[in-house]
Each structure stands twice: as C-alpha cells, then as structure tokens.
T-cell receptor
Framework: KAGVTQTPRYLIKTRGQQVTLSCSPI?????VSWYQQTPGQGLQFLFE???????NKGNFPGRFSGRQFSNSRSEMNVSTLELGDSALYLC??????????FGPGTRLTVL | GQNIDQPTEMTATEGAIVQINCTYQ??????LFWYQQHAGEAPTFLSY????GLEEKGRFSSFLSRSKGYSYLLLKELQMKDSASYLC???????????FGTGTQLKVEL
C-alpha cells in the first residue's frame, strides 16, 4: 500500500499571502487529520475530516481551513499568512480510533 | 482542557533499558499512542493502549493505567538508531483527534 503523500514538500511565502497544502491518504482511509508542528509548541491538532465533513477542530484561528474531497484527499488553506505560521504541517490518515499514519509533511516558511 | 506531560530529555547507554513516562489529564479518553520521530522525519507509530496493562512488541513495550492517568514506554537493548523524539498522544472524543505531549528527546550514547 502506498503511504500518505503530501505536496508540496517545501514552500516559501511572504506575509499576507495565502497557501494551500494537499494530502492524499492511504487507500481506504476515510479520516484525514492535520497537525502543525513547531519547536516551541510541538504537535498541535488543526482539524479532522471524515467522509468530506469536518469532525473535529483544534484551537486555531479561522485563517486555517480545510476540506476533503469524495476520494478522501484533503487540502488545508491558510490565508493572510503570518510569520508565526512557519511550521511543519503534517497530515495523517487512519481508520477510526486506530493508528494514524503520517505523511512526510510540508515545511512552510513565511518571510 | 487536555494536559499531557513527559520529560523533555533523557540520555541512556547503548544496550541498556530506558523508561519514558507520560502522565495525562484529559476528558473522553479513548486510548493512548506512542510515536517515534527522528529529526526531519514524520512520526511513526510504536504502540497503542486502550486497556490497562502492558503491550509488548519486540524491543518496545508500553504500559497504561487509566485510573492514574499514566503510561510509560519501555525500550530494551537500546541501539544508536533509537536516538529520537518519543511522543505520547491521547485520543479523545468521537473522532481521531490526537493531543500530543511535547515529546521526550532520547539520546543513546556508547
């Protein structure tokens, strides 16, 4: 089985811009979760999508949004980028209450 | 709210045994995961505990006590490649939301 894939792997943006990140889950996995990882805050949950519906949401501002398509692929969007949004964004796919498989991540740098 | 605590750093010797502790205070507990993360890489799954007791998988074992809000990860016969960050995470609620601890950076020395 192919693993979780994320594109792009690296991204450089400037403050005020917006960005869209993509995640393709493992075949058959309908749950896709997004996490932000920074040295200071560690891994923090952004949101989870299941069958095209947002099922859980973390404590991030509304600038962070996401969606899931009928083939379970997911995208997350960050609008009006701030310097503090620089982080590794990880996507994970899973079945319910089971091991989450993480993708390699997208390294976002905001200048 | 959710609170998960684990030591920031630990150092151990190759061939030895090390125990990494994790304490948590959460609501709606549905299980506890341990992940390993090498620098610059994605987390990889090590273990999942939902019932009290010990789960053993090769050199790695994980223990859970739900009444005490406590778990540990035991690594035996340490190897240099075990140098990594070890993340404790609790799953809560009706979905797959994981709340992570800040991770324990383990350094294995000769």
């Amino acid at each position: 089985k192919a693993g979780v894939t994320q594109t792009p792997r690296y991204l450089i943006k400037t403050r005020g811009q917006q960005v869209t990140l993509s995640c393709s889950p493992i075949s058959g996995h309908r749950s896709v979760s997004w996490y932000q990882q920074t040295p200071g805050q560690g891994l923090q949950f952004l949101f989870e999508y299941f069958s095209e519906t947002q099922r859980n949401k973390g404590n991030f501002p509304g600038r962070f949004s996401g969606r899931q398509f009928s083939n379970s692929r997911s995208e997350m969007n960050v609008s009006t980028l701030e310097l503090g949004d620089s982080a590794l964004y990880l996507c994970a796919s899973s079945l319910i209450h089971a091991e989450q498989f993480f993708g390699p991540g997208t390294r976002l740098t905001v200048l | 709210g959710q609170n998960i605590d684990q030591p920031t750093e630990m150092t151990a010797t190759e061939g030895a045994i090390v125990q990494i502790n994790c304490t948590y205070q959460t609501s709606g507990f549905n299980g506890l995961f341990w992940y390993q993360q090498h620098a610059g890489e994605a987390p990889t799954f090590l273990s999942y505990n939902v019932l009290d007791g010990l789960e053993e998988k090769g050199r790695f074992s994980s223990f859970l006590s739900r009444s005490k809000g406590y778990s540990y990860l035991l690594l035996k016969e340490l190897q240099m490649k075990d140098s990594a960050s070890y993340l404790c995470a609790v799953i809560t609620g009706g979905g797959n939301k994981l709340t992570f601890g800040t991770g324990t950076q383990l350094k294995v020395e000769l």
